[in-house]
DNA sequence: CAACGTTACGCTCTTCGTAAAGATG
DNA sequence: CATCTTTACGAAGAGCGTAACGTTG
C-alpha cells in the first residue's frame, strides 16, 4: 500500500471517477493511475470502485470507507509536511480563512491588518461563504480557519471556539417615525417592512424564531447575504434594516440612522472553527489571538487536545 | 515523504533511539533505516532525532510532534487493511481485549463462550492489566478493545461506552459473626480487618471514599490485584473480604458466604473503550454487544462518529 | 575495542511515460 | 467514432543489502 495509491483513488473519485482528468491534475500519466488502482485493490482483495466493463460507475461499500480513511491519512501528511515548514520558516507559509461576509467585511479587518503586519511573509486568502459552506470549507481542509455564527457547531470534525459576541440594531432612513418613538420594541419593528439577513445566514434564524415568540411575523421584504445590501436597501426606503450593530458605520452610512436592538433578541457568538486534526501554524495561533485575545495558544491547544 | 520513513523513525523511538534494533525488529538493513531517516530529515528540512556525533540521543520538538502525527498515519493504513480483510474475509481475522482480572475471570466467559462460537476463525487474545494500563493498551492500538472500570474515561484517544453496572459484596468465613448481625452497615465491615481491591484497580479508590465519607478507616490488611487471591485469603481467616458481587461464585466457593453489600457503596459502571479513530471489525462489534446487548452497531458507530 | 552510525557501491524491483489495443455509449 | 480504460514495453529511479569506514564511550 503506497500513498501514491491513496492519492490516485481520492482524486479519482474527486474527478468524479474519471481517471484521464484524475492524472492531469496529478500531473502523471493516465494508465499510471489506471495501474495503480488495480495494484492497490489486488492487494486489499476488494474492488474500491464499480466498474461497468472498463468504465467506472461509482464506489464500492468498503470503497468509501478507504477513501474516508485515505484523506485522513493524506492529511495528516500534509500535516507533518507543515511540521517542517513551521519549524524551518516560522513566518512564512499560507493562511486560508472561510468566513461569512459580515465577519469578513465588519470584525476581521483588524485583525487581518495586524496580521500582515506581523506576518508579512505569510500569504493570506479569505474564502467567503454562507456558515454552512465555511463549516464545509474547513472540514475539508480547503480552509484552515472557519469563523461563523451558525450551523458550525454540528460539525463533530471541527472544534470551536467561542471568539465574541454580538448583538442586533435596526437602521433607518434619517427623520424616521421609529427615531422617536422610544423605546425600541418587537412590535414596533414588526409594524414596518424589514430588510435583513437571508434565513441560512448569520443569526436570520434566531431572528424570525424570537420574533414568532411573541406571535410576530414581520413582513421581511427583502433578504440579503449582504449587510451592505441591507443597509442600501433601507437608504431606498423599502423597509428598516435589522442586522448585526458591528455592520453599522456612523461615518459611512450617512443617510441612516442606527438604533440598538440588544435588549430584543439573545445574543449570537461568533465562532473560530479548525478541523480537530489539524497542526496549526505558530501564525495561526497569531490570527486566531489577534482576533480574539482570549484564545491565547494554550487555550486552542487545549480545545484540540481535548477531543482529538 | 514516504511511508516506510515514517515506520523507521516510528520503530527507532520505540527501540530507544537505536537504529540497529530498529532495523532488525523491520527485517531490514541498518544503513537502509539510516538512510531514510536521514532523507526524511532532509526533506523536510529539520532535525527529527537530536545526536551527539553519529549517536542519537533525543527527540527534537518537532520530531516529537512529527512522531506522534506519523503514528497517526500509520495507524489510519492499518485501519484501511482491516477494511480490505473484513469485506473479503469478515469471518476471520484477530480481536485482542485488554481488561482487569476481575471483568476477565467472571463477567466476560459468556461473552468469549458466544464469541468463539460464532466467530471461530477468529484468534482472540485477552490481555490483563490494571485499568491503567488497559487504557495504554487501547490507546497505543495493542488492543482493539479495552474493558475496565475506572481511570479509562480520561483519555481523549479513546470513546467509552457504559457496559453494565455491579456493586460490591462482603465475602466471609462461614459462620462469621457478621451473618447473622443484619443488615449490614459500613461500621460492622470497619470493625473487621479487610482484603480487598489493590487501590489502583477496579473500585478500590471509590471503597475507601465511602468508608472517609463516613469517617471510617477500615484496616487493609491485604489488597489484591485478583478475586481469587482476595477469597483465598478470607478463607485463611485473614479478614473479611469485599469484593464485586459478580466474584462470588456459591458453587465453587464452598468455604465461604456472600453478604450483599450493594446498598452500601454507589454502583460502578464498567466500560468498553475504543480508540476513536480505529475501525471496527464486524466481529468486534458482535463481540461488544455479546458483552453489552444494549451496545448494538447503530450504538458503537454513533459514539465513534459523535467525536472523531 | 566494542558497539553503533554513516558512506559507498552494485543489484533488483518498482514506477513512470509512450504507444498501442480494447471497451463503451 | 470519440472518449475512456487497460495492456505492453523500455527507460529511469528508488530502495536494499553487503562491505568498508568513521565515531563514540
Redesign the pocket.
Known sequence: M?L?QLRYIREVARQG????LAAEAL??????V??????LEEELDLQIFK??????IGVTEPGRIILERAEQVLREMENIKRVGEEFTHDDTGSLTIATTHTQARYRLPPAVTGFIEKYPGVRLTIHQGSPSQVAEQVVAAEADIGIATEAIADYPELVCLPCYQWNRCVVVPKGHPLLKDTPLTLEKIARYPVVTYDFAFTGGSLMTRTFAEKGLHPNFVLTAIDADVIKTYVTLGLGIGLLAKMAYDPDRDVGLEMLDASHLFPPSTTYVAIRRDSYLRGYMYGFIQMLAPHLDRKVVDAALKHSS
Chains 1, 2 share one sequence.
Not at 471517477?17 to 484521464?20: D, E, P
Not at 466498474?51 to 467506472?56: A, S
Open positions: 503506497k501514491h471517477l474519471n481517471v484521464s500531473h502523471t500519466s493516465q494508465p499510471g489506471s495501474k495503480q488502482i488495480q495494484l466498474r461497468n466493463g472498463k468504465r467506472l
